[in-house]
């Protein structure tokens, strides 16, 4: 997979299948594929949320997704991964994240994927703003985030 389609940040949703597939014609040697989609939940923190905004910096944010891909390659024996992180107005149940990730066995895919995940939800420049029965609320980086990228060496402070 060239690197440029390593990663796509876009208002559209999309497909798991679709997204497998390309992956997988890109190595005869791929023997596992792992995969992850996150969803806007119509809760947080014990509030309702009715809708939820995500927005990014264009350039930058494929830049530091890139870096934890390549990063990914550095730590794991991995044959290939791909990142697709919607921005915009989401409803929930609609996806926000995907991170699909190939290698020759299991463990190194299930290892890569919970990796890009966590680095993804601390490192990555995304801002989500909720929309709750008390108004518009812009959420916060949680220290459980922090301390899920902690156990990969990495030490973040966001929350």
Same mark, same amino acid.
């Not at 791929?30 to 949320?49: K, L, P």
């Not at 530091?64 to 891909?69: G, K, N, Q, R, T």
């Not at 980086?141 to 156990?151: G, H, N, Q, T, Y």
């Given at each position: 997979?060239?690197?440029?389609?390593?990663?796509?940040?876009?208002?559209?949703?999309?497909?798991?299948?679709?997204?497998?597939?390309?992956?997988?014609?890109?190595?005869?040697?791929?023997?596992a594929v792992c995969s992850f989609i996150g969803t806007v939940r119509d809760r947080n923190d014990g509030q309702s949320?009715?809708?939820?905004?995500?927005?990014?910096?264009?350039?930058?944010? !494929?830049?530091?997704?890139? &870096?934890?891909?390549?990063? /990914?390659?550095?730590?794991?024996?991995?044959?290939? =991964? @791909?990142?697709?992180?919607?921005?915009?107005?989401?409803?929930?149940?609609?996806?926000?994240?995907?991170?699909?990730?190939?290698?020759?066995?299991?463990?190194?895919?299930?290892?890569?994927?919970?990796?890009?995940?966590?680095?993804?939800?601390?490192?990555?420049?995304?801002?989500?703003?909720? !929309?709750?029965?008390?108004? &518009?609320?812009?959420?916060? /980086?949680?220290?459980?985030?922090?301390?899920?990228? =902690? @156990?990969?060496?990495?030490?973040?402070?966001?929350?």
């Amino acid at each position: 997979m060239n690197v440029a389609s390593r990663v796509s940040i876009q208002t559209a949703d999309f497909d798991l299948s679709t997204e497998v597939a390309r992956l997988r014609e890109q190595d005869k040697g791929v023997g596992a594929v792992c995969s992850f989609i996150g969803t806007v939940r119509d809760r947080n923190d014990g509030q309702s949320v009715s809708a939820m905004e995500l927005e990014h910096y264009p350039g930058m944010t !494929e830049k530091a997704v890139e &870096a934890m891909i390549d990063e /990914a390659f550095r730590r794991f024996q991995i044959l290939g =991964a @791909r990142v697709i992180h919607r921005v915009g107005p989401l409803q929930p149940l609609d996806q926000i994240v995907l991170v699909v990730v190939s290698s020759a066995h299991r463990g190194q895919s299930f290892q890569a994927c919970e990796f890009l995940m966590d680095y993804l939800k601390t490192q990555a420049p995304f801002w989500k703003k909720e !929309e709750t029965p008390e108004g &518009a609320r812009w959420v916060d /980086a949680r220290v459980s985030d922090d301390a899920a990228l =902690a @156990r990969w060496g990495i030490q973040a402070g966001n929350a």
